[in-house]
């Protein structure tokens, strides 16, 4: 309770300087741990509302004498990287205890300090940290952080569907009115003569709506195809589909990612991300030549 009302009294709780979540995200930065529920509840629902956007997993303990300061690691590399749009800090449920890692000052102050917006979706929807105070949002559970990541493309393209529906039918209706009109002046005295000259009108109209139909119908396919190609380039750029084929990510002790063998030390230890699970590693030496040839 003092820790609280002191971040209170900083104002780290204050409504004003709760950020917005970006529209259309590209890339997720994911604070949690690589194993159980939460990051599995999380990535599918997003996979399923959102197909393509990139999430960047930086693994972390979320329980323990261990888990506050790699939690708050995490975040301020994600937050220097700035590789990410959005920042959300899971875990699933648990006994107050197991959350206490997200009630450490450490952990608030990395949230706080964050360039990007962060979700906060600690435990179940009746617990609450101080995370999920100072966090620009909270989300109850993983799957409801996925969700408010998403929300914004899904009501944007049903707000596009809705307004392809009413477009067509406004025109469909506004050429029924015109069809109307035209039967009026056709049954008039005064058009009664130039009858063929109406019926030439009659038909121009029909081509048109044939012709108003077909274009929106390629209008369509065209925006379907481009969302689909742009879809299928971003999968092709998730770091999932990299770990598929064959590669793997190394962090040190600290969770960065070695980027040159330079950052290793013989004797260290090194955690090695694959596409399914993850090695820890040991480092016997360096190579000389870069690792193209030779032995260690």
């Not at 800090?89 to 197991?98: A, C, P």
């Not at 493309?153 to 392809?164: G, I, V």
């Not at 929106?216 to 190609?229: T, Y």
């Amino acid at each position: 309770d003092e820790l609280k009302a002191r971040l209170r009294a900083e104002g780290l709780f204050d409504e004003e300087r709760k950020r917005p979540l970006p529209l259309l995200p590209r890339c997720v930065g994911l604070v949690t741990s690589p194993e159980g529920a939460a990051i599995r509840d999380f990535l599918r629902l997003l996979t399923q509302r959102y197909a393509g956007i990139r999430v960047r997993l930086v693994p972390v303990p979320v329980q323990g004498p261990d888990a506050a300061p790699q939690i708050a690691a995490a975040v301020r590399y994600l937050s220097d990287t700035r590789a990410c749009d959005v920042v959300v800090v899971t875990r699933g449920g648990g006994s107050l205890e197991d959350l206490w890692a997200f009630n450490e000052e450490v952990v608030a102050r990395a949230v706080a300090a964050c360039r990007m917006p962060v979700i906060s979706a600690v435990g179940h929807e009746r617990d609450f940290t101080i995370c999920d105070f100072v966090a620009d949002e909270r989300a109850a559970t993983p799957s409801a952080a996925a969700e408010r990541v998403s929300a914004a493309r899904a009501d944007l393209l049903a707000h596009l569907a809705q307004s392809r529906v009413r477009l067509k039918q406004g025109l469909l209706l506004r050429l029924s009115r015109q069809r109307e009109r035209l039967q009026r002046l056709l049954s008039s005295r005064v058009l009664h003569e130039p009858a063929a000259a109406v019926r030439v009108s009659a038909q121009r109209v029909d081509e048109l709506t044939t012709r108003l139909a077909h274009a929106l119908e390629r209008r369509a396919e065209r925006s379907r195809s481009r969302h689909q190609a742009v879809a299928g380039r971003l999968e092709a750029l998730s770091p999932r589909r990299v770990l598929s084929r064959g590669y793997a990510i190394l962090l040190d002790d600290d969770g960065r990612a070695l980027r040159q063998s330079s950052q290793a030390v013989p004797g260290g230890h090194l955690r090695g991300l694959l596409h399914e699970g993850a090695l820890d590693l040991r480092v016997e030496g360096l190579a000389a030549d870069g690792g193209q040839g030779g032995s260690p």
